[in-house]
């Protein structure tokens, strides 16, 4: 089956409220007629506009999890879930405190809180429309969504916890810069929010002004996790080095091969 033809079918499926697996066993049955404007204005829309199949249908999967997303965050990516995967590797058996770091749509909250109910997950962003999404999702899931706490910060400072009390910290921060966005699908350039892609001119930025924050907020012993671009690996393990408040970074591979997760545990 060919990507056109899947998409079709995940429109629509949307616009009826049918299952895939009915649209297929019962290619025959004719499609009311409101439901069928909707197909195709979601047709067009995409075809025309571009539009990702996710903002028009308002749904992603997320670690199992069915999100609701729409042109105030990012959409969540299959990479970003090994950054879930590598703060549970590291967590410890007890209960922690951990922040998700511009917690966009909650993706990464909830899959931790999910994972994990004997943790809490303070989730972090800058845009109120960002949190307006997170809180839907927290609400469309209440069993982890009740472990969930929202804060608008601008990365750490609205935070205000006692020094050391943070275990773990994931950050899935911008990372890209102004001059890659012409480079970009249509999909992601015309329709996700700029403000979540680009860090600026230096797209390593915002990630390393969190370091100091995050190593001033972390547990000796407790673990920075950052979601980047292939190419800033070496710019980031450079800095936690530097820092001197960090252990030697260990950098994760995403599905594809590509350099994605950087590690570091804050030292005494």
């Not at 845009?127 to 999702?137: E, R, W, Y």
Request: hydrophobic letters at 45%.
């Amino acid at each position: 089956m060919g990507p056109a033809r899947l998409e079709a079918e995940v429109l629509l499926s949307a616009a009826t409220g049918w299952a895939r697996a009915r649209l297929m066993t019962y290619p025959e049955r004719v499609v009311p007629q409101g439901p069928r404007r909707r197909f195709e204005h979601w047709v067009e829309r995409r075809v025309r506009d571009r539009v990702p199949l996710q903002y028009l249908t308002h749904r992603q999967e997320f670690w199992s999890l069915d999100l609701y997303v729409d042109e105030r965050t990012l959409i969540p990516r299959p990479e970003t879930e090994c950054l879930v995967e590598e703060l549970l590797r590291r967590a410890g058996p007890h209960p922690e405190t951990w922040l998700d770091v511009g917690t966009g749509s909650a993706a990464v909250a909830l899959a931790l809180a999910a994972a994990r109910p004997d943790c809490r997950v303070i989730g972090l962003d800058i845009s109120p429309g960002a949190l307006q999404v997170a809180a839907l999702n927290r609400r469309r899931h209440p069993g982890p969504g009740a472990r969930v706490w929202l804060l608008a910060s601008d990365l750490l400072q609205a935070v205000q916890v006692r020094r050391g009390v943070v275990n773990r910290i994931a950050a899935n921060l911008p990372y890209l810069s102004a001059a890659e966005i012409p480079t970009l699908e249509p999909e992601v350039s015309k329709h996700e929010p700029r403000r979540a892609l680009v860090a600026g001119e230096n797209a390593a930025a915002l990630i390393l002004r969190l370091l100091p924050q995050a190593a001033d907020l972390l547990a000796a012993g407790g673990t920075l996790h950052l979601e980047m671009a292939p190419p800033l690996g070496a710019a980031i393990t450079a800095a936690l080095r530097d820092s001197g408040r960090f252990s030697a970074a260990e950098i994760r591979r995403d599905g594809l091969g590509l350099e994605r997760i950087v590690s570091a545990v804050r030292l005494p």
